[in-house]
């Protein structure tokens, strides 16, 4: 139950009606103002890809771009740029870090050819090593172009183990850092960025939220998988 000011833990049976009150927070002057105001949180990759996508149909429309201008994202995994000096790499986002989007065009990637948005985002956390404007290139979101990217990645892998294996067996000499080069100017290409509105429990841990929606419809599918 609530308190009159609105604390407390209220479960809801409707699904219709909990979908309304969780847009109603994404729609509040509170939420604009700071997006630890609301958030959802969900047992697994796939709910949150659907509470994900609700969200922004409801505030951007069902035919949006991936990144829209001014929306919020957070870093997935390190995001490493090359030093100024050409030796070696820094971080200049860490995991769970939170970007604003200045701008998002989509195109293909001037040196994988994947599809692709280039961006340009800025930190809204004072704790970002990096509070300056960067620009970047974020993998386009959908099925196609992840199964893409991801077999391209295999691929560089698999070359970067036959090129230790063929430097073990007297061929021709690579050191482990040239062998792997090449998956890892993949791998740390793009930008890795997830949606704020919906997270599935375990990425939100340690997350300051001060009004929490959580989908409890999918716990069975974990206890099944």
Request: aromatic residues 12%; negative net charge.
């Amino acid at each position: 139950s609530l308190t009159e000011d609105g604390r407390g833990i209220e479960f809801m049976t409707n699904g219709n009606e909990f979908l309304e009150k969780i847009l109603a927070a994404f729609d509040s002057d509170e939420y604009k103002e700071n997006s630890s105001y609301a958030a959802v949180l969900a047992y697994t990759n796939e709910m949150v890809r659907v509470v994900n996508t609700e969200v922004r149909k409801h505030i951007y429309g069902e035919n949006a771009e991936a990144y829209m201008k001014g929306e919020e994202l957070r870093i997935a995994s390190p995001y490493f740029v090359e030093n100024p000096n050409g030796k070696g790499n820094r971080a200049v986002y860490n995991t769970e870090d939170r970007v604003k989007v200045d701008s998002a065009t989509p195109m293909l990637d001037p040196v994988f050819g994947l599809p692709c948005y280039k961006v340009r985002v800025h930190a809204t956390e004072l704790a970002c090593r990096t509070q300056s404007a960067i620009t970047g290139y974020i993998l386009k979101p959908d099925t196609e172009t992840i199964v893409q990217y991801n077999t391209l990645l295999e691929e560089k892998r698999m070359e970067a183990i036959a090129k230790e294996k063929e430097t073990r067996f007297g061929g021709a000499a690579y050191s482990k850092k040239e062998a792997w080069a090449d998956y890892f100017k993949l791998k740390d290409f793009f930008i890795n960025v997830g949606y704020v509105y919906a997270q599935t429990i375990h990425t939100a841990q340690g997350s300051t939220i001060t009004n929490v929606f959580c989908v409890e419809s999918d716990i069975n599918r974990i206890r099944q998988e």
